[in-house]
Structures are given as structure tokens and as C-alpha cells.
């Protein structure tokens, strides 16, 4: 067994071999404080019919790491989660292009999670374990490659922050190079300019180094086995013979505008070319010499893109290298969605939808981390048809995953805090039309959706995508990159931002690494782009800021602070209380153990009805509140009115109206709701209420058909003499109102 360990950023690093996995080409573990990640690299067999780099990364975090179980009926790991999958991502963008072009065998790199400390983030020991076994493995690997995490508390820069110091980080940016260059890029930001992202980008690369050193390091101490490969080439002089007989016409047909149509056009060219070739040598269905001929035209149109816009700034459709493509966006163009837009730049398009839900709808995230629940998430779907292909979408696939979390990274920053909109919000972005840049057309028509639905975001977010084409020293930056210039060109550089600042970043390149330069002019240039988006889809949607108002159909919310020793009370016995507020208004109740209690419902009405039952519980009874309660009970004298779940009060006959009431049952029953006023309390501290009274406040009118007072006691007391055989005269009339004693009834509840 060999190792190297250093010091980095305070804390022991650590690159170990020998002592694990013999069978595996190369394989290495590394342990940073107490996380400890293993990687093994395998090296296959060739595959010439790829067509490109058979590279697979599996990534795996097994829940003992942390002491925990797995859930489910099971209780094992499963299929992938989806950070699982993103970390397979993170590995494989900084690896693959460090293989040489034309690298035809088979690599399977596989990364697992021994031990994590919940404080050092496994994903970034990931890269370096996985980097550090190809070194060993003795493949024409190009690395290695160091990958560090960046983040930024104050004004300070920190190397790999603890997960608690990111609680407290307005950066989490990962950086991933060689010595000299940078090679992978991922990250999300609260609104950082550009200027400070590359300031952290160069404070990242001397520990990218110590990385890269200490992996060279290790490597002289151990055997590298010697492996067979294949390393396929172009024919040269297959390529010059096409580029003399058809270069014209190739450069004509790349310049065709419109996806389909150059794309038509290239085929039809080519399959000429076929044609005659392979009638000059005499050769009918040699497939073999078929793919050379197609590897050397999609070489001859890679490097006819390439010498245009170096030597001419031109690119395929006719625009420059800052120039964006057409744009277009509309809001509400769903009747019944939450929130809806949809938003087009020249032949990529996205539908993208808000859904707003309560905090039952969150989604509870249960991995190596304490679990907690997610309110704010995003589905990107990507569908064959958007490219006019014939296959239909399954499950979501890697490439989904990773953009739906890029466009989610970037809207996150501006979504306003639970104590503002305490709503749990799920974001759909189906892609109808596509033509590159598709996550970043997610970026765009999700600030819209989010405004649409009536989410208070912060501020507008875009995207863009940044490439690049160089040869040698000579470099140029394309501002919004179509599809065709991602796939022949050097990078893709996604950036999204506000008027204020850049929200993420993700940096996939081809080459080798790239400059710190190049990062440099593109992040400004990205900056630049994305203010203009910001205005055009503003404009053209007519939607300048957030509705002011949520859908009709998104579910009401109220949220309301409760004194922690008072959450008893809200939930009552078993649950009883609590049970009975959203059986009798319709709404769900949930309560945090901090006292915020969420109240939702399908109408303003039942939310509010939750809402005063619930005040009305944690808050004393006092003389002149007034409250809407149920009746629960009916006596001769008044009738008994629940206030509060588990809080009565007497209503004296005499205070149920201005008017005369002769039978109480006449006018209100067991169930009914009234609105009363507390006007004193009893020798037993039970409120005494009002329902004249609290009528007279809010100035609303009687509703009951009641005769007046001086007309109900007349006919009362006529009717009581006649019963005992006297004569009405008025002698025998009430000269005066009934005393106080006389309109208190001393007799109990």
C-alpha cells in the first residue's frame, strides 16, 4: 500500500492505493477528515462502432456511510438518486475530454461513498478519487485533474467549506483544472459579478494544483500496468481529397440557413458524395469504407465552421459572435395552470409551468445528509419530437437531470423566503422545439412562469450559453450557441444571471482545458446578453413584474406565529382540536415545532375561517373581542356559543337581538354560526356574549324577523293575563324597562 497526504484548506488529505481492489485496473481511496470516497477505473475492451468516448461513471453513496438505513420495504440502495446522478455528471465532464480523439476502448469508472462526516462533501473527492485511479491505470489519460469547492462567507473566499459554513456561503462554486488550465466549472451564486467569480476561480487553482501533485506524487511510487488501445486517427489524405473536390460545396451548404434545411442539405451532399466514390472504387455496400467517408466530411464541416468564424466572424446562420437569435415570449397561455410561458429564440422553444402547492407537497430528500424537505423544484423534460426524432420519452435521463437542476440553481436565489410566500413550488420545463441552449431557454421561461403564477421572485433571471472556437493562440467567444456550433465547437458555457449578478454557471469543454481568460470574456459577455434577454422577454410578454395576486386555482395560504408553549392547545388531546378547525373549515393545519403554523384550503374563506378559530384558541378571551362561533347548545334563557375549540360563552336571550325573541329555537339551532362580542365574564370566568352588540360594531343589519321589544312585551304580558283571567288594562302594563337583575338570568349554563 502507498499513499501522499497533505494539508488542505486545515484539514488532512489523503490519496491511498494497494490496499483495496487489486483486481481493478487502477483504483484509489481518498480521505478528507473523516469522508472517505473509493474509486476504481476498469479498462475494456475496444469498441470502434461508438462513434465516441465509451465512458461510463457510476456513482454511488451507500447509506452506512452515514449510520443510516435505507428507506423503503427493502431496506437497501436502490437505483440511483438524483444527486447520485449529478455526481456522476461532475466526474465525467472534467474527465472525458482529457482522452485523446479517437480513443476507441471501453472505461468504466465506479465511485463509492465508504464514511461521510457530514461536514466534507463527498461529490468534489469524488472527481479527485476518480481522476487519481485513471492516472493509475496506465490509460492515455490526459489528467490528472484537481477539483475543489470555492465558497464565500463575507468578504473571504473559502477552500471546500463545511456543509454548516455553506449555510452561511454566497457562493458554491466547483472548480475543477490542471496545472495550468480550467477544465469544469459548476456552481450556483447569490447574484456574484462576474468580475468576483473569476477572482474565485483563480483562488481555486493553487489548491487545484497541490491536488495535481500530489496525485503525480503517488503515481511514482506504484507500478502503472501497461494496457493495449486503440487510438483511431483521421485519414489525411481522404480529408485533403474531399476538402479539394468539395470543400466549396460543403461551405455552401453549411451556410444554408435554418436547422432542417442545412441539415438537408449536408445529407444530400454527402450522399453524392457516397454515390460516386464508392462507384469509383468499385465498391457497393463496403460499410467500412462508408464511415471513413462520413468521418471525413463531419471533419471537413468541423473545420469549414472553425476557419469562418476565426478568419471571418461568421457563423452558420448569418449572425455575429455577440449576436442573439430572434426572441419571443407570451405568459398565461394555459387556463388552468398555476402559472404558464412559453418562450422561443430562433428554434428552441420551452413550455415551462408553475405549479404552487402546500407544504405537504414538499419533497422529502432522505440521503447521506439529515433529511429535509424541498420546496422549490424543477422538471426539465426533453421529447423527441423537439428535434423531429421518432422515440418517446421514458424515464428522465441523465442529460434531463443535470439541465433541470442547472435552471433550478439559477431561479433559486431570487424565489422569496417561506416567511413571504410559504408556498411549495414545482416547475415543469417540456422542451417543444430544439436547437441548443435548451436549459437556459428553461432559465428564461421560468422567471416568466414564476412571475405569471404570481410568485414575488427578486429580480428577472436569464441564460445563455457561451462557445468557443479556437485554433492554437486564436480564440473567439459565441454569444447564444445553436446546436450545430455546440457540436463542432470547443465549449459550452451556460451563465445565468440578473441585472445584478451571475446565479450559475456550468462550464463543459472539449479541449484540454481552457484559459482563465477565455472564462473571463465570456462571463462578461454572457453578463451583457442576459441583460438583453432580460428586456425582450419582458417585453414581448407584457409581464413587467410579479401578478400581483396567486391563480384562482392555486390552493390559499395564511401563515400565523404561535407561542410554542401554545401548540398543545392548537393540537388538543390526541389531536382532537386540530382534527376539528380543518373538519369544520375545510382547511389543513400544519405545525412546526418552532410555532409557525401554515394554514391552506381551497378558498379564502376556509383559510380564514382556520385562521380565527386558531387565534381565537391561542389568544385570551378579553372584553370586546368579537368572534364567529358555532352554537352548541340552546337554553330558555340564551344560547351557548363555542368561541374557540374547547371555549364556550352564554348569550342571553336579551343579547341576541334589539328585537323581542319569544322561542330562540325560532331563529338559530345547534350548529348554526353567529358573531358575538365578549362583553364580561360570569363568577366562573366564562364569557358572557353579545350578539346585538358585535351586529352594531361591525354595522351589519338584523337578519332575523323579529318584532320590536315594545310589541313582543305588550303581547306577552296581555297574553299572560288573559291566561289567568284578568282584564288588559293599562294599569296592569310594564311602566318601565326590565332591570338588569331582570335580564340576567341566574341560572347556569
Request: charged share 30%; proline share 5%.
Amino acid at each position: 500500500m502507498e499513499y501522499i497526504e497533505f494539508r488542505l484548506a486545515d484539514r488532512l488529505f489523503r490519496f491511498e492505493t494497494g490496499k483495496i481492489a487489486g483486481q481493478a485496473t487502477g483504483s484509489t481511496v481518498v480521505r478528507y477528515a473523516d469522508t472517505v470516497v473509493f474509486a476504481a477505473s476498469v479498462h475494456g475492451e475496444e469498441k470502434p462502432d461508438a462513434g465516441f468516448l465509451s465512458l461510463t461513471v457510476d456513482y454511488r453513496e451507500k447509506m452506512y456511510a452515514a449510520g443510516k438505513y435505507p428507506g423503503g420495504y427493502f431496506k437497501r440502495e436502490g437505483r440511483p438518486t438524483i444527486q447520485e446522478t449529478l455526481v456522476m455528471r461532475l466526474i465525467d465532464r472534467p474527465i472525458r475530454p482529457l482522452f485523446p480523439k479517437g480513443y476507441l476502448n471501453e472505461e468504466v469508472l465506479t465511485s463509492i461513498v465508504l464514511s461521510y462526516d457530514q461536514e466534507n462533501e463527498p461529490d468534489i473527492l469524488s472527481v479527485n478519487a476518480a481522476s487519481c485511479a485513471l492516472l493509475l491505470s496506465g490509460v492515455p489519460f490526459g489528467g490528472p485533474v484537481g477539483c475543489v469547492r470555492v465558497g464565500r462567507i463575507g468578504k473571504d473566499f473559502i477552500i471546500n467549506p463545511t456543509r454548516t459554513q455553506m449555510k452561511s456561503s454566497s457562493l458554491d462554486l466547483v472548480v475543477c483544472g490542471t496545472e495550468d488550465k480550467i477544465v469544469m466549472l459548476e456552481g450556483e451564486a447569490n447574484e456574484v459579478p462576474p468580475e468576483l467569480l473569476v477572482d474565485a476561480i483563480d483562488f481555486a487553482r493553487k489548491p487545484i494544483k497541490e491536488l495535481v501533485d500530489a496525485q503525480r506524487q503517488l503515481a511514482q511510487k506504484v507500478k502503472i500496468p501497461s494496457v493495449d488501445y486503440v487510438i483511431a486517427g483521421r485519414d489525411e489524405n481522404l480529408f485533403e481529397e474531399l476538402r479539394k473536390e468539395y470543400g466549396e460545396k460543403v461551405r455552401e451548404c453549411h451556410f444554408t440557413k435554418g436547422k432542417f434545411e442545412r441539415r438537408d442539405a449536408l445529407n444530400a451532399l454527402f450522399a453524392d458524395i457516397v454515390e460516386e466514390k464508392l462507384l469509383k472504387t468499385a465498391v457497393d455496400s463496403d460499410e467500412e469504407e462508408k464511415a471513413k467517408l462520413k468521418k471525413a466530411f463531419e471533419e471537413l464541416e468541423r473545420t469549414i465552421m472553425r476557419e469562418a468564424v476565426l478568419g471571418e466572424g461568421r457563423r452558420a446562420d448569418g449572425r455575429g459572435t455577440k449576436e442573439l437569435r430572434p426572441i419571443t415570449a407570451e405568459v398565461g397561455v394555459l387556463p388552468r395552470t398555476h402559472g404558464s410561458a412559453l418562450f422561443t429564440k430562433g428554434q428552441t422553444q420551452a413550455l415551462v409551468t408553475v405549479t404552487l402547492g402546500t407544504l405537504t407537497d414538499a419533497q422529502l430528500i432522505d440521503g447521506l445528509p439529515p433529511e429535509y424537505f424541498k420546496k422549490f423544484m424543477l422538471h426539465y423534460n426533453f421529447h423527441g419530437f423537439s428535434v423531429g426524432e421518432a422515440w418517446v420519452a421514458t424515464a428522465p435521463r441523465r442529460r434531463e437531470i443535470g439541465h433541470g437542476a442547472l435552471a433550478e440553481r439559477a431561479l433559486a436565489p431570487m424565489l422569496p423566503g417561506e416567511d413571504k410566500f410559504p408556498y411549495t413550488i414545482r416547475v415543469v420545463s417540456d422542451i417543444l422545439e430544439s436547437d441548443g441552449s435548451t436549459s437556459m431557454a428553461t432559465v428564461c421561461g421560468g422567471t416568466l412562469s414564476l412571475m405569471d403564477a404570481g410568485v414575488p421572485i427578486k429580480r428577472p433571471v436569464a441564460g445563455i450559453s457561451i462557445g468557443l472556437v479556437s485554433e492554437g493562440e486564436r480564440w473567439v467567444t459565441l454569444s447564444d450557441i445553436c446546436g450545430l456550433e455546440d457540436h463542432l465547437g470547443d465549449m459550452d458555457f451556460k451563465i445565468a444571471s440578473t441585472e445584478v449578478g451571475v446565479t450559475a454557471v456550468q462550464l463543459d469543454i472539449k479541449l484540454a482545458g481552457v484559459p482563465i481568460e477565455v472564462i473571463e470574456t465570456a462571463l462578461k459577455q454572457a453578463v451583457e446578453n442576459n441583460n438583453e434577454v432580460i428586456e425582450k422577454i419582458l417585453s414581448t410578454s407584457g409581464l413587467r413584474r410579479p401578478r400581483e395576486s396567486v391563480s384562482p386555482y392555486a390552493p390559499k395560504i395564511a401563515q400565523i406565529t404561535v407561542a410554542p408553549e401554545k401548540i398543545g392547545l392548537v393540537i388538543g388531546s390526541q389531536g382532537k382540536t386540530v382534527k376539528k378547525i380543518q373538519s369544520d373549515t375545510g382547511a389543513t393545519v400544519e405545525i412546526e415545532d418552532d410555532g409557525r403554523v401554515l394554514i391552506s384550503g381551497p378558498t379564502e374563506e376556509a383559510v380564514m375561517a382556520a385562521k380565527s378559530a386558531i387565534n381565537a384558541i391561542v389568544s385570551d378571551i378579553e372584553i370586546g373581542n368579537i368572534y364567529t362561533g358555532k352554537v352548541s347548545g340552546l337554553r330558555s334563557f340564551g344560547v351557548l356559543v363555542e368561541i374557540a375549540p374547547g371555549k364556550e360563552g352564554m348569550c342571553h336571550i336579551s343579547e341576541l337581538s334589539d328585537g323581542y325573541i319569544r322561542n330562540i329555537a325560532d331563529f338559530v339551532n345547534v350548529g348554526d354560526t353567529i358573531t358575538v362580542k365578549v362583553i364580561g365574564f360570569d363568577e366562573m370566568e366564562r364569557p358572557r356574549l353579545s350578539r346585538r352588540l358585535a351586529l352594531k360594531e361591525l354595522g351589519k343589519p338584523e337578519e332575523w324577523q323579529v318584532e320590536s321589544r315594545q310589541e313582543g312585551r305588550q303581547q306577552n304580558g296581555s297574553q299572560r293575563r288573559l291566561a289567568q283571567g284578568e282584564k288588559p288594562n293599562s294599569e296592569n302594563r310594564r311602566k318601565h324597562p326590565p332591570s338588569q337583575h331582570e335580564r340576567d338570568s341566574d341560572e347556569g349554563f
